[in-house]
Antibody, heavy 118, light 109 residues
Framework: QVQLVDSGGGVVQPGGSLRLSCAAS????????MHWVRQAPGKGLEWVAF????????HYADSVKGRFTISRDNSKNTLDLQMNSLRAEDTAVYYC???????????WGQGTLVTVSS | QSALTQPASVSGSPGQSITISCTGS?????????VSWYQQHPGKAPKLIIY???KRPSGVSNRFSGSKSGNTASLTISGLQADDETDYYC?????????FGGGTKLTVL
């Protein structure tokens, strides 16, 4: 069965960096695009970034463009999100999610909490 | 990337039907038939219940249905059950990539 396991969250000071990871199993990872979606405490969902299966095509939400970098290692079935210049408003649970090839998110990780605070 | 507009809350009695609207623009909801809906229970990851406006993933009850007219998409839940009480989010893929609605809390009276 499809499984996505998110990790790497924690507490970081404003301006700091953090790298999130998502370990994928149960499907052919190389065949699917992958996303990061976040949810601030008590708030709604916000799409953050997408990487196509071929790795060359990446897209970002305006709120993170230039600060976050999405990447994948198809040999290890892992998805990463490098987050730099973190701000208080980046505080959220971050989920990795699989694209169903129809631009929807059909499987989600359990989420990892990132807290940006001094 | 402005959020899509959903009602903050809707309610219905067991057995009844409710509809949740999701209003965007010609740049998102109205641009492609790529609207999806997610159910999220407290403390859990979201679950896909509708994609490409009206399609249901395998295993999702046929009590959930979706539609779209112009820049507004809708999720209808028929035969309301107690377990349906939770949060629902729409999402549209458009010219600014993916944008979510603000979420709707469904209360089953």
């Amino acid at each position: 069965q499809v499984q996505l396991v998110d990790s790497g969250g924690g507490v970081v000071q404003p301006g700091g960096s953090l790298r999130l990871s998502c370990a994928a199993s149960g499907f052919t990872f190389t065949n699917y695009g992958m996303h990061w979606v976040r949810q601030a405490p008590g708030k709604g969902l916000e799409w953050v970034a997408f990487i196509r299966n071929g790795k060359s095509d990446k897209h970002y939400a305006d709120s993170v463009k230039g600060r976050f970098t999405i990447s994948r290692d198809n040999s290890k079935n892992t998805l990463d999100l490098q987050m730099n210049s973190l701000r208080a408003e980046d505080t959220a649970v971050y989920y990795c999610a699989k694209d169903n090839s129809g631009w929807a998110f059909d499987y989600w990780g359990q989420g990892t909490l990132v807290t940006v605070s001094s | 990337q402005s959020a899509l507009t959903q009602p903050a809350s809707v309610s219905g009695s067991p057995g009844q039907s409710i509809t949740i609207s999701c209003t965007g623009s010609s740049s998102d909801v109205g641009s492609y038939d790529l609207v999806s809906w997610y159910q999220q229970h407290p403390g859990k990851a979201p679950k896909l219940i509708i994609y490409e406006v009206y399609k249901r993933p395998s295993g999702v009850s046929n009590r959930f249905s979706g539609s779209k007219s112009g820049n507004t998409a809708s999720l209808t839940i028929s035969g309301l059950q107690a377990d349906d009480e939770t949060d629902y989010y729409c999402c549209a893929f458009g010219r600014t990539y993916w944008v979510f609605g603000g979420g709707t809390k469904l209360t089953v009276l």
